[in-house]
Each structure stands twice: as structure tokens, then as C-alpha cells.
T-cell receptor
Framework: GQQVMQIPQYQHVQEGEDFTTYCNSS?????IQWYKQRPGGHPVFLIQ???SGEVKKQKRLTFQFGEAKKNSSLHITATQTTDVGTYFC??????????WGAGTKLIIKP | GAVVSQHPSWVICKSGTSVKIECRSL??????MFWYRQFPKQSLMLMAT?????????EQGVEKDKFLINHASLTLSTLTVTSAHPEDSSFYIC????????????FGPGTRLTVL
């Protein structure tokens, strides 16, 4: 079946370093959504990308959707302690269902 | 591993009828399952937390008599929307938590409910 692979599973960074998580789909997606889950919390919607090659920015966060609409990335510049959490991608398929990545847990080293 | 399925993937029903949505963890046992509701481009709104063998814990503002949750086994939780109305039309997503950590959730693909 359709799958979205998300890597890495964990990422340890020093505060101030950059962070990137990647998602790759086995099939072409209609859109890709990104969510952030703080420890003990539930996923919060960050953004949705729809167009091939689309790039969107939210302050220190940069989201990309690949040309083939099969891959996406989230890049955080100069991480802060408030960025700690698990970042999920979820690909929308042709039936408008979501195919979730397993999440990347961002851990900030003191 | 860690696959969660939902059934049906979409459903259209008449106002006043009841709809049951199933959430299954296919290759692991989930002691806790969560039910969410999502509107387009919005965050997942937690409706209830379902623990196997006990009553579900509902979030404030969610009617437990309208959204019936049953967690009959470690691999199955069901959400029944009773006497559905058009305002119940939404995208419903479940997730299952692996016992090793409540923060480790695996999400189902969602069920799109349209009430006419």
C-alpha cells in the first residue's frame, strides 16, 4: 500500500544548530501537511503544501514540496528550545485520506 | 510496522442516522487510542482518549452520548456518531499509542464523514 517514509526517527542538535526532516512517498501525493507535536501534547497543524516544487516559510521554518510531489522536507534554522517535539508529515492521497509519516523527534541538547 | 487502519475511509449518510468508524492497530497492541476531528487546514482536535477495557475520557465540549467510543480489544476502537447531523460532517482521525511511550502515536488515514 501507499507509504510515507520519514527520516530521521530522532535528531539531537545543539541549540542554534539547524534541523531537517524528510518525507518520501511511494506514490504521488495531492498535498503534504506538516504537524508539530509537543511532548505530552497532540499534533498541531503547521502548513499544507499543494503545488509541485512549492516552498513556504514560517519564520525559521522552511517547507518544501518536491517537483514530483513525492517528497517533502521541513528545515528549521537556528533551533530554539521551543522547537522541541515530534514533527509529522502527512501526505494527502487521491481519496483525500492522510498517509502519515512516523515522525521525527527533535531533541535539543543543553 | 506500526500500521493503523480506519474503516470506512469515507461515508455519506442521511441526517439522523448513526455511523460507526473502526480504528485498528494491525501489527501491534495499543493500550491507548485517540480520536480526533479535523477541519480543513486545521489542527487535530482531540475528542477523546480511549483505553482498552475502560470508559473513554472525553474532552470538554465533546458529547459522550453523541460520540460513542468503545475500545473492546487492544487492537480495535470504534467511534459511533449517533443521530448524525450536517454539522458532524468532518474528517475523523484515530491514532494508537504504543505502550512504551504516550508520545509515540501512529495515526490512521482518517474517515471523511458527510452528513446530508
Amino acid at each position: 500500500g501507499q507509504q510515507v517514509m520519514q527520516i530521521p526517527q530522532y535528531q539531537h542538535v545543539q541549540e542554534g544548530e539547524d534541523f531537517t526532516t524528510y518525507c518520501n512517498s511511494s506514490t504521488t501525493l495531492s498535498n503534504i501537511q506538516w504537524y508539530k507535536q509537543r511532548p505530552g501534547g497532540h499534533p498541531v497543524f503547521l502548513i499544507q503544501l499543494v503545488k509541485s516544487g512549492e516552498v513556504k516559510k514560517q519564520k525559521r521554518l522552511t517547507f518544501q514540496f518536491g517537483e514530483a510531489k513525492k517528497n517533502s522536507s521541513l528545515h528549521i534554522t537556528a533551533t530554539q528550545t521551543t522547537d522541541v517535539g515530534t514533527y509529522f508529515c502527512a501526505g494527502g492521497d487521491s481519496n483525500y485520506q492522510l498517509i502519515w509519516g512516523a515522525g521525527t523527534k527533535l531533541i535539543i541538547k543543553p | 510496522g506500526a500500521v493503523v487502519s480506519q474503516h470506512p475511509s469515507w461515508v455519506i449518510c442521511k441526517s439522523g442516522t448513526s455511523v460507526k468508524i473502526e480504528c485498528r492497530s494491525l501489527d501491534f497492541q495499543a493500550t491507548t487510542m485517540f480520536w480526533y476531528r479535523q477541519f480543513p487546514k486545521q489542527s487535530l482536535m482531540l475528542m477523546a482518549t480511549s483505553n482498552e477495557g475502560s470508559k473513554a475520557t472525553y474532552e470538554q465540549g465533546v458529547e459522550k452520548d453523541k460520540f460513542l467510543i468503545n475500545h473492546a480489544s487492544l487492537t480495535l476502537s470504534t467511534l459511533t456518531v449517533t443521530s448524525a447531523h450536517p454539522e458532524d460532517s468532518s474528517f475523523y482521525i484515530c491514532s494508537a499509542a504504543i505502550p512504551r511511550g504516550a508520545d509515540t502515536q501512529y495515526f490512521g488515514p482518517g474517515t471523511r464523514l458527510t452528513v446530508l
